[in-house]
């Protein structure tokens, strides 16, 4: 019984050119779906000026948040056994979820953390605690204050994303929106907490947010 004869290329020369650029593109698609990279917030982009808001976007973001954390520890610190010291607590464990998730998506990213890190260590801790020891209208005095600035610059960056690609960037102005709303409402606890009652408080608040402002031109930058 004859077996069956299967074909070759090289019995077909005139299909070769046809079937070459076949497989060419075959591994051209296979090469662009491999290197595609699964992410949570961030697309990918390769045009280096998006690239680098972006990495500036999520640097001062986490530099936002980290120093937050080291302002509400302040204060746990000199009032953690004063009645007020459930509602603190509460903004800070948002706080640190906000904080959280930064941390996942500067690594998913590759994004370096602001250089000046060690420094928000230290000035968060003490104006957390120094607004602490004015008492609680202090303490909620310094949250309107950095929370509002916090608020504004993450509005900032809302409107930029709009600007550039609202359907892009999707996943990154829902985790801002979030982030905003979460602020204002620890600005707004601290209204309802006193805040405006503590011995010049506009003074006060105008030079916390000047802080707040330097901090965020210096994270984005360094």
């Known amino acids: 019984m004859q077996g069956i004869v299967k074909p070759r290329l090289c019995t077909l020369p005139f299909l070769a050119p046809l079937i070459s650029r076949e497989l060419c593109l075959n591994n051209a698609a296979a090469v662009v779906v491999s290197s595609i990279r699964q992410y949570t917030v961030v697309p990918p982009t390769c045009d280096p000026k998006e690239k680098a808001m972006l990495d500036r976007m999520l640097r001062v973001d986490h530099a936002g948040e980290y120093g937050a954390n080291r302002i509400y520890a302040g204060q746990m610190a000199v009032l953690g056994r004063s009645t007020i010291r459930p509602l603190i607590q509460e903004m800070w464990d948002q706080e640190k979820k906000h904080l959280a998730k930064f941390n996942e998506v500067l690594a998913e990213n590759r994004v370096r953390p602001t250089a000046l890190l060690p420094l928000w260590n230290c000035a968060g801790f003490a104006l957390g605690a120094a607004s602490a020891l004015l008492g609680k209208e202090g303490a909620m005095a310094c949250t309107v204050a950095v929370e509002e600035s916090i608020s ?3 509005n900032s960056q809302i409107r930029a994303l709009m600007e550039v690609d609202p359907d892009r960037y999707t996943e ?6 979030e982030f905003r709303d979460d602020e204002m409402e620890h600005h707004d606890t601290g209204l309802a907490n006193d805040a405006e ?3 010049g408080f506009w003074l006060l608040k105008n030079v916390i947010q000047a802080g707040c402002k330097a901090a965020i031109y210096a994270s984005e930058r360094v």
Do not use: A, Q
């Open 197 to 199: 009652t503590v011995p």
């Open 152 to 154: 504004e610059h993450y």
């Open 172 to 177: 990154l102005l829902k985790m801002i929106v």
